[in-house]
């Protein structure tokens, strides 16, 4: 009888012991060898063993939220773009490795430099968001959306690709560590696929502090100032083309096409648009909306000055600012105006360089205007450097009015008083 008890008390260990190995393996995530491209949890010690990693659902997971948010405000779906995830999974690697949360990269390196290193070329404009502590991408993804700077990434029209990158090293700061990398190779958007919806990510085990998310939009080649840059005054349209015809024994000379394309930030972009409607709104006007199609007639515009090294409304195809937004697909159209800058190194002086211009200022406080576009290019070696596009426009229904008081009417003389003039006249000799 003792020994059946034995044998009893023998059997119920093992089969708590199975148990308990079975409830481990429900929550575990995978471990799996640094470095091998496949995607785990590291669990070993955090001097020992660099960041793992996480799972690929947590990937997915992160394109699928961004590209709901993104539909939910009727803006094209990001794709996943194998580049991108390089840099993205690189930078969440090694903040965990090196135990810090920066944009700037332990080796110095800012976004757009990993981008390019990455292989993701050309680059029309990037942006990162960054993030530490969240344990999930519904976290991670929340966050983002609660902070006005890394909303506008994930928000933003003219980026077309993503990539993500999550890392976890136990004993660090924050444990978890998460990259999203933006860019678009043109202003265009290419035809991108339906992205799959994937399983739901696996648990995590709860982590430390969260830390707010930071974010960046800053193109390397948009801020540099060259010392001798000129300011020209900016000019309104519309105004008559005035080609000039070459010289009779000069020969053209085609322009070189510049070693780097002019680069749009979308940080000075968004600047003009703010700095614009703060003025509006001095005025008792309604503020305007950003307009993707307006903003692409804006920057090739602008790309088009800089690389061709000229100044004007009229194109170098011979475009005018009306042709350039109606093709750029803004329509119908009822009222165009462009505001063009050259020299200014920031958006704040450009919009005071606008506003101090009687002809800017009327557009830029034109009432029954509801959309604007702004281009920024900067090439060095250009004549001005900088080069500045402002699209204000409306569609057919918009409430126009008159944005300048009507001129005074000129004093009219009686017959009278203009006798007594002729007879003071002829007094006097």
């Given at each position: 009888?003792?020994?059946?008890?034995?044998?009893?008390?023998?059997?119920?260990?093992?089969?708590?012991?199975?148990?308990?190995?079975?409830?481990?393996?429900?929550?575990?995530?995978?471990?799996?060898?640094?470095?091998?491209?496949?995607?785990?949890?590291?669990?070993?010690?955090?001097?020992?063993?660099?960041?793992?990693?996480?799972?690929?659902?947590?990937?997915?997971?992160?394109?699928?939220?961004?590209?709901?948010?993104?539909?939910?405000?009727?803006l094209p779906p990001v794709t996943l773009d194998p580049a991108l995830t390089r840099a993205a999974q690189a930078h969440s690697d090694d903040m965990a490795n090196h135990n810090y949360f920066s944009h700037t990269g332990?080796?110095?390196?800012?976004?757009?430099?990993?981008?390019?290193?990455?292989?993701?070329?050309?680059?029309?404009?990037?942006?990162?968001?960054?993030?530490?502590?969240?344990?999930?991408?519904?976290?991670?993804?929340?966050?983002?959306?609660?902070?006005?700077?890394?909303?506008?990434?994930i928000l933003s029209p003219y980026f077309h690709h993503i990539g993500v990158g999550c890392a976890y090293r136990e004993g660090t700061t924050y444990g978890y560590y998460w990259t999203q990398e933006f860019a678009s190779?043109?202003?265009?958007?290419?035809?991108?696929?339906?992205?799959?919806?994937?399983?739901?990510?696996?648990?995590?085990?709860?982590?430390?502090?969260?830390?707010?998310?930071?974010?960046?939009?800053?193109?390397?080649?948009?801020?540099?100032?060259?010392?001798?840059?000129?300011?020209?005054?900016?000019?309104?349209?519309p105004i008559p083309p005035t080609p000039t015809p070459p010289p009779p024994t000069a020969t053209p000379t085609p322009t070189p096409e510049p070693t780097t394309p002019p680069t749009i930030s979308l940080r000075y972009?968004?600047?003009?648009?703010?700095?614009?409607?703060?003025?509006?709104?001095?005025?008792?006007?309604?503020?305007?909306?950003?307009?993707?199609?307006?903003?692409?007639?804006?920057?090739?515009?602008?790309?088009?000055?800089?690389?061709?090294?000229?100044?004007?409304?009229?194109?170098?195809?011979?475009?005018?600012?009306?042709?350039?937004?109606?093709?750029?697909?803004?329509?119908?159209?009822?009222?165009?105006?462009?505001?063009?800058?050259?020299?200014?190194?920031?958006?704040?002086?450009?919009?005071?360089?606008?506003?101090?211009?009687?002809?800017?200022?009327?557009?830029?406080?034109?009432?029954?205007?509801?959309?604007?576009?702004?281009?920024?290019?900067?090439?060095?070696?250009?004549?001005?450097?900088?080069?500045?596009?402002?699209?204000?426009?409306?569609?057919?229904?918009?409430?126009?009015?008159?944005?300048?008081?009507?001129?005074?009417?000129?004093?009219?003389?009686?017959?009278?008083?203009?006798?007594?003039?002729?007879?003071?006249?002829?007094?006097?000799?």
């Amino acid at each position: 009888m003792g020994n059946q008890r034995r044998r009893c008390s023998s059997w119920a260990a093992l089969s708590a012991a199975l148990a308990l190995l079975v409830c481990s393996a429900l929550v575990r995530v995978p471990q799996v060898r640094a470095g091998a491209g496949s995607y785990g949890v590291q669990s070993s010690a955090a001097e020992t063993a660099p960041a793992q990693s996480l799972s690929q659902d947590f990937v997915q997971r992160i394109v699928d939220l961004t590209n709901q948010q993104r539909a939910n405000h009727g803006l094209p779906p990001v794709t996943l773009d194998p580049a991108l995830t390089r840099a993205a999974q690189a930078h969440s690697d090694d903040m965990a490795n090196h135990n810090y949360f920066s944009h700037t990269g332990s080796d110095g390196s800012d976004p757009g430099q990993r981008i390019a290193r990455a292989g993701y070329s050309p680059i029309y404009a990037y942006g990162e968001n960054i993030a530490a502590g969240q344990p999930s991408p519904e976290e991670a993804m929340n966050a983002w959306m609660n902070s006005d700077a890394h909303r506008s990434n994930i928000l933003s029209p003219y980026f077309h690709h993503i990539g993500v990158g999550c890392a976890y090293r136990e004993g660090t700061t924050y444990g978890y560590y998460w990259t999203q990398e933006f860019a678009s190779h043109g202003p265009n958007n290419p035809a991108s696929s339906p992205t799959p919806v994937p399983p739901k990510p696996t648990s995590v085990p709860p982590t430390a502090t969260r830390v707010p998310p930071t974010a960046t939009r800053v193109p390397p080649t948009a801020t540099r100032v060259p010392p001798t840059a000129t300011r020209v005054p900016p000019t309104a349209t519309p105004i008559p083309p005035t080609p000039t015809p070459p010289p009779p024994t000069a020969t053209p000379t085609p322009t070189p096409e510049p070693t780097t394309p002019p680069t749009i930030s979308l940080r000075y972009v968004e600047r003009v648009v703010e700095l614009t409607n703060e003025e509006r709104a001095r005025a008792g006007l309604p503020p305007l909306t950003l307009d993707v199609a307006l903003s692409n007639a804006a920057q090739a515009h602008c790309e088009d000055m800089a690389r061709n090294g000229y100044f004007g409304h009229i194109g170098s195809d011979r475009s005018t600012p009306r042709w350039r937004a109606v093709d750029a697909g803004y329509e119908p159209l009822l009222v165009c105006k462009e505001n063009i800058a050259g020299g200014q190194a920031t958006p704040e002086e450009v919009v005071e360089a606008w506003m101090d211009s009687q002809a800017q200022r009327n557009n830029i406080l034109r009432p029954g205007l509801e959309h604007i576009g702004v281009g920024y290019a900067y090439r060095e070696g250009s004549p001005y450097g900088h080069y500045w596009t402002q699209v204000l426009a409306s569609r057919p229904g918009a409430e126009m009015g008159d944005p300048l008081p009507p001129p005074p009417a000129p004093a009219r003389h009686s017959w009278l008083l203009s006798l007594l003039s002729f007879v003071v006249r002829c007094v006097t000799g």
